[in-house]
Each structure stands twice: as C-alpha cells, then as structure tokens.
C-alpha cells in the first residue's frame, strides 16, 4: 500500500507534495536505499514513518527536502519538480542548532536574512514575535540558546522553521533528544501549532506512539532497501490527547504497527 491517501480524516484537501517511483541507489558502496517509494501528502495532513535503523527514511527526507537527489523517479511540490533545498520546504532535526551568539529573535530571521538580507531580516521581526507567541516564548525574543531549556530551544526551531512560511514541514525525529515528559508536551505543541497554521507535516521517528499520537497516516516501512509496505490510517478524533494512549483504539493501532516491524515489515 502506497502513500496514495495521506489526508487528514472528513475530508480530502488538494495534493501539496507527490513522490512517483523514487528509487535510491549508491553505486560505490553497491547499496539501494529506497525501492519504488509513492507518497502523496495532501494539505494539511500529519504523516508519519516508521521503520528499522538504516532502513533508508533520513534518506527519504533528505531526498523530499531537496537535499539529496533521486536515483530515478520524481518529486513533486505544488506541481514543481523538487531540485534541491527551496524556501517553502522547512526542515527540522533532531537538534535545534540555534546560533549560540544570536539571541532567539535573531536566530529565528536568520533564514530570511540569509535569502533575503538583513533589511528583510528586521522586517520579518514582527511576524517572528507573532510566532514566539504561538509557541509560548513570548518574552524570549532578547534570550540566547543557552539560556533555554531543550524544549524550549525546540520550541524556537519551530518558529525559525515557520518564518518562511513553508509548504510543507519535514520532521527528523525533532524531540527524540528529550526526555518523555518534555517530548509528550512538544508532541501536543507541534499538534497544535500545525492545525492552527494549517501546515503539511512528514515526520521520521522511531517512536510507535509518537506516530500514532500525531499523524493522519503513519506508512511502516520495510527493511532495506526501503518501500512502504503498509499505510495505516490513523482514525482519532482531533485535538489529540495524551490521555488517548490509553485507549483501546491507540494500542490497537501500536500493536498493529509493532506487529508489522516485528515481522520485519514483510521483509
């Protein structure tokens, strides 16, 4: 099962970013990464996948931001072929790698700064604020990263992640370095900031219920070289809860999810 129907639940919004028969091969090394991958990602929508070490979905995303290209295939945003990095595909890793010299306002313009120059960097200060308020740092604007906690700093790679006003957001397992309580809470934040901005998410973890809490759909994927094996539509109401983990419904979604990983995803 393909990618085809990734769309949040009541409805289908129009196709933002499309992925046809994309293969990933390293001749040198004599490895093939990615196998006859189709994805759809409608607007809106939450993915997920989920998959072994090494199994090929950093290189997914690399290839989705324009990082890496295809060995054959085709990548397509809003109808355009995606040909490297571009301004409305935000990325966000697992570190927030803010400028320790900078302070949170200054980090979070830098992107436009950079594009645009630094006259278009005091310019986008507003909407800056707008978003350390969206996020709960409202009032952190003249506080540098060292100063911040981790979901904090988290929090403000969010907003640097928002300033240009992506198309779609692709998410590396952005909280995997924090502890389960704090990462719970980003859960709820990145849940709630992208249905108030209406933004289009794919995210890489290895977390069965991170995916499940999130996402719309989550795709498990096999072992090298990766294909999606199985797309799972993930039918919880919306908001999100943490309190719905411990629903029969979510842990038949994890068992069913687990299941297919311990099988090898139907290596």
């Known amino acids: 099962m393909t990618g085809e129907t990734d769309g949040p639940t009541g409805g289908t919004p129009r196709p933002v970013y499309q992925l046809r028969g994309v293969n990933k091969s390293y001749a040198r090394r004599n490895v093939v990464a990615l196998s006859s991958v189709d994805l759809t990602l409608h607007q809106g929508s939450f993915s997920s996948v989920i998959g072994s070490s090494g199994c090929g979905k950093s290189t997914l995303l690399k290839i989705m931001a324009g990082l890496q290209s295809p060995s054959e295939g085709s990548v397509m945003l809003d109808g355009k072929p995606v040909l490297g990095p571009r301004d409305d595909i935000g990325m966000m ?44 740092l409202k009032g952190f604007e003249a506080v540098y990263p060292g100063e911040l906690s981790g979901g904090m700093a988290q929090r403000a790679a969010i907003c640097r992640m928002l300033i240009g006003e992506p198309k779609v957001i692709l998410l590396d397992e952005p909280f995997s370095a924090l502890d389960e309580i704090t ?15 209406n933004a289009t998410a794919f995210l890489v973890t290895h977390s069965i219920a991170e995916a499940v809490i999130l996402s719309d759909v989550v795709h498990v994927m096999s072992p090298r070289p990766g294909r999606f094996v199985e797309a799972i539509p993930i039918d919880l109401p919306r908001p999100r809860t943490l309190e719905m983990m411990n629903t029969p419904e979510f842990g038949a979604y994890v068992h069913r999810i687990r299941d297919l990983l311990g099988k090898g995803a139907l290596s």
Request: glycine share 6%; net charge positive; charged share 25%.
């Open 93 to 136: 890793f697992q570190q927030a790698t803010l400028m320790p010299w900078m302070t949170t306002l200054e980090n979070i313009v830098l992107p436009i700064e950079i594009r645009r120059g630094k006259k278009a960097g005091r310019a986008a200060q507003g909407k800056a604020r707008e978003l350390l308020e969206l996020v709960g």
């Open 183 to 197: 990462r719970d809470f980003m859960n709820m934040e990145l849940q709630r900031i992208c249905r108030q901005t």
